[in-house]
């Protein structure tokens, strides 16, 4: 059986492969503390539950571009809370999740060799998502602290530049870029043809004072905003999320979701429709914020290592690479010896690190974190 260039080097994603590992270990009743989670640990929000239980009788399909109800509610929530009096209903796109939109753009903006830089390190998806729609990913490193690094990013683009990607706060460092970053891109595309696809899935889990790229000089034509609800409210297995972008490559994604996936399930636009009626609030956000404290002072006490606060998300990337270079097998290692789960900094094309994630239980958490220190020390 031969397969499609496209897929022939698709591997599973490694999170996926991790969490399999460690579902292992706990079936033969070994202590597992996984610190992979890339969801809230929490159930469907009250309010969430409460709205979609009256629609559940709807059953018929739905625009391809998503409920009308849903696309004006979108477009309400980015005018009054990002302040964007430009988007209107016609700029809104309803997607079964941030990765469809992500894929669906690509299929809509790539020709077959055309590239897409995007800054490192990067969530595990980009890649394979660019490869499917038939693209090149051309990675570019981010400067020490995590920002855009603008001068390699000009080296970087070339005839067949078609995107750049920005994912603030990122995963899986936490970071989120410099407004002075934002505008030196905005400048690139003053003589460069490229669309910034901008992943704001995780713009409502913030800790401090953020400027997404919305809020910077790029222009809108050129922007293409990915969001949803999978962070925000905890809705990962609903499956909705949403493109904001120009009102062509809305009709041109519309034509596309037509004849590929559809419209997203009509229940999931349902709970869009009550978080957005609710300004998108994360409800647990407080409970994250005292774990993203407890992390930072458990990690603290421990020597050889160095992290940064995340500024939004739920994830700390730490720097092991005065201990390791070879994060894959420091994470593989502590797996076997003591059910610590961490996904290494290759996965996400930056050796020498592994991401935590503070989006579990405290008690899993702090043993967590302690079992990292005793591992280090050589316990
Ligand atoms: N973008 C980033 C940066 C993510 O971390 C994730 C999920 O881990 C997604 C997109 C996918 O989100 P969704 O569940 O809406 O497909």
């Given at each position: 059986?031969?397969?499609?260039?496209?897929?022939?080097?698709?591997?599973?994603?490694?999170?996926?492969?991790?969490?399999?590992?460690?579902?292992?270990?706990?079936?033969?009743?070994?202590?597992?503390?996984?610190?992979?989670a890339?969801?809230?640990?929490?159930?469907t929000?009250?309010?969430i539950?409460?709205y979609v239980a009256?629609?559940?009788?709807?059953?018929?399909?739905?625009?391809?571009?998503?409920?009308?109800?849903?696309?004006?509610?979108?477009?309400?929530?980015?005018?009054?809370?990002?302040?964007?009096?430009?988007?209107?209903?016609?700029?809104?796109?309803?997607?079964?999740?941030?990765k469809?939109?992500?894929?669906?753009?690509?299929?809509?903006?790539?020709?077959?060799?055309?590239?897409?830089?995007?800054?490192?390190?990067?969530?595990v998806?980009?890649?394979?998502?660019v490869?499917?729609?038939?693209?090149?990913?051309?990675?570019?490193?981010?400067?020490?602290?995590?920002?855009l690094?603008?001068?390699?990013?000009?080296?970087?683009?070339?005839?067949?530049?078609?995107?750049?990607?920005?994912?603030?706060?990122?995963?899986?460092?936490?970071?989120?870029?410099?407004?002075?970053?934002?505008?030196?891109?905005?400048?690139?595309?003053?003589?460069?043809?490229?669309?910034?696809?901008?992943?704001?899935?995780?713009?409502?889990?913030?800790?401090?004072?953020?400027?997404?790229p919305?809020?910077?000089?790029?222009?809108?034509?050129?922007?293409?905003?990915?969001?949803?609800?999978?962070?925000?409210?905890?809705?990962?297995?609903w499956?909705?999320?949403?493109?904001?972008?120009?009102?062509?490559?809305?009709?041109?994604?519309?034509?596309?979701?037509?004849?590929?996936?559809?419209?997203?399930?009509?229940?999931?636009?349902?709970?869009?429709?009550?978080?957005?009626?609710?300004?998108?609030?994360?409800?647990?956000?407080?409970?994250?914020?005292?774990?993203?404290?407890?992390?930072?002072?458990?990690?603290?006490?421990?020597?050889?290592?160095?992290?940064?606060?995340?500024?939004?998300?739920?994830?700390?990337?730490?720097?092991?690479?005065?201990?390791t270079?070879?994060?894959a097998?420091?994470?593989?290692?502590?797996?076997?010896?003591?059910?610590?789960?961490?996904?290494?900094?290759?996965?996400?094309?930056?050796?020498?690190?592994?991401?935590?994630?503070?989006?579990?239980?405290?008690?899993?958490?702090?043993?967590?974190?302690?079992?990292?220190?005793?591992?280090?020390?050589?316990?």
């Open positions: 059986m031969k397969f499609s260039n496209k897929v022939a080097s698709l591997q599973q994603s490694p999170t996926l492969a991790l969490n399999a590992k460690a579902k292992e270990r706990g079936a033969k009743g070994l202590p597992v503390f996984n610190l992979t890339g969801e809230p640990d929490i159930e929000p009250d309010f539950v409460d009256g629609k559940l009788k709807e059953n018929k399909y739905t625009p391809a571009a998503g409920l009308p109800q849903l696309r004006e509610v979108a477009a309400n929530y980015y005018q009054g809370h990002f302040k964007q009096t430009w988007v209107k209903p016609e700029n809104i796109v309803v997607t079964a999740g941030a469809p939109a992500l894929t669906a753009i690509f299929m809509c903006i790539l020709n077959d060799g055309d590239e897409v830089i995007v800054p490192t390190p990067a969530w998806s980009y890649k394979a998502e490869e499917v729609a038939g693209g090149k990913a051309v990675f570019v490193k981010s400067t020490k602290d995590f920002d690094d603008i001068n390699a990013i000009n080296k970087a683009i070339t005839p067949q530049t078609k995107a750049i990607i920005v994912n603030s706060p990122n995963n899986p460092t936490g970071a989120s870029y410099s407004k002075e970053s934002l505008d030196k891109l905005a400048e690139l595309l003053i003589d460069n043809d490229i669309y910034v696809i901008s992943d704001d899935i995780y713009s409502r889990l913030i800790y401090k004072d953020i400027h997404l919305l809020n910077t000089s790029i222009p809108k034509d050129k922007l293409v905003i990915i969001n949803g609800f999978s962070k925000s409210q905890g809705l990962t297995g499956r909705i999320g949403y493109i904001v972008t120009s009102r062509e490559l809305t009709k041109k994604l519309t034509s596309l979701l037509s004849h590929t996936n559809g419209n997203a399930p009509v229940t999931a636009q349902h709970a869009g429709i009550a978080a957005l009626n609710n300004n998108d609030e994360p409800e647990f956000i407080e409970d994250l914020k005292e774990k993203r404290e407890i992390t930072a002072k458990l990690l603290g006490g421990i020597k050889g290592i160095d992290f940064k606060k995340p500024d939004g998300g739920f994830y700390y990337f730490v720097d092991i690479s005065k201990i270079t070879n994060s097998l420091f994470c593989q290692d502590i797996l076997e010896k003591y059910g610590v789960v961490l996904v290494p900094g290759e996965a996400f094309e930056a050796p020498g690190y592994f991401r935590l994630s503070f989006a579990c239980s405290n008690h899993t958490l702090e043993d967590g974190i302690k079992l990292i220190d005793k591992f280090i020390k050589g316990e």
